[in-house]
């Protein structure tokens, strides 16, 4: 199979933001592996025994409940240990697996700004696919300039399923997603642009990045 090439982020602080409001507030994030790229359809074609039609493209139309069965998939691939334990729409975690698993919200956004305090890493026409570029569909991963991380498309091009509920406090199963996507104006893809979805919502704007290493969050 196609390799997941991961890349390792040091643990370290960073502010994290709401685009919806102002609060603003520290996060400590401890050292973990995330993807380079968000998953493409070339990986969940191999995984799933599937043909892919644009190989190099993220994948979309996936459900945070089928991303997490991509995960387990990709450790059992990979020989590693799953993380997570399913009963329907219930899921548990193990925090000693090293198999695959979603990133948290705080280690998605200390990734995507990788030291950054403003909204976006650089410039967004050079680091993000947005609607400004009349695109009707993801394109290719890779082909604007990456992070200081060297991450790849975390602005842009697909949002990206997290680990965590949209809204803990409101009481609904819905998960969050970030980072804007192909369908977004320019000013709402920024590191700090969450929105959320049902367990079993699949999107055409809305993809995978895969993580590595236990964190006390799960």
């Known amino acids: 199979m196609t390799d997941v090439e991961m890349a390792s982020i040091p643990a370290g602080r960073v502010l994290r933001g709401d685009q919806r409001g102002a609060e603003r507030r520290e996060i400590v994030v401890e050292a973990f592996e995330i993807g ?4 493409t359809e070339e990986q969940l074609a191999e995984l799933l025994g599937i ?3 644009d190989p190099r493209r993220p994948a979309t139309q996936i459900s945070w ?9 990709l450790s059992e691939w990979e020989g590693l240990d799953p993380v997570y334990s399913y009963d329907g729409e219930v899921v548990a975690t193990d925090a000693e697996a090293d198999g695959f698993r979603l990133p948290t919200e705080d280690e998605w956004e200390y990734a995507c700004r990788a030291g950054s305090t403003s909204s976006a890493y650089g ?9 400004s570029d009349g695109v009707g569909h993801p394109s290719e991963v890779g082909a604007r300039l990456p992070n200081l991380h060297g991450l790849f498309d975390t602005l842009g091009n697909v949002w990206e399923w997290c ?5 803990a406090a409101g009481g609904d199963d819905s998960r969050v997603f970030r980072g804007g996507g ?3 104006a320019p000013a709402l893809v920024r590191a700090s642009a969450r929105r959320g979805g049902r367990p079993r919502d699949a999107f055409d704007d809305v993809g995978v990045r895969v993580a590595r ?5 799960l």
């Open 123 to 131: 410039p967004i026409r050079e680091v993000a696919w947005t609607a």
């Open 182 to 184: 192909w369908s977004d």
């Open 51 to 53: 043909p892919s039609r």
């Open 213 to 217: 290493g236990a964190v006390a969050q």
């Open 163 to 167: 680990m965590d509920p949209y809204d």
């Open 36 to 39: 380079v790229y968000p998953v």
């Open 65 to 73: 409940l089928r991303a997490i069965r991509l995960c387990n998939a």
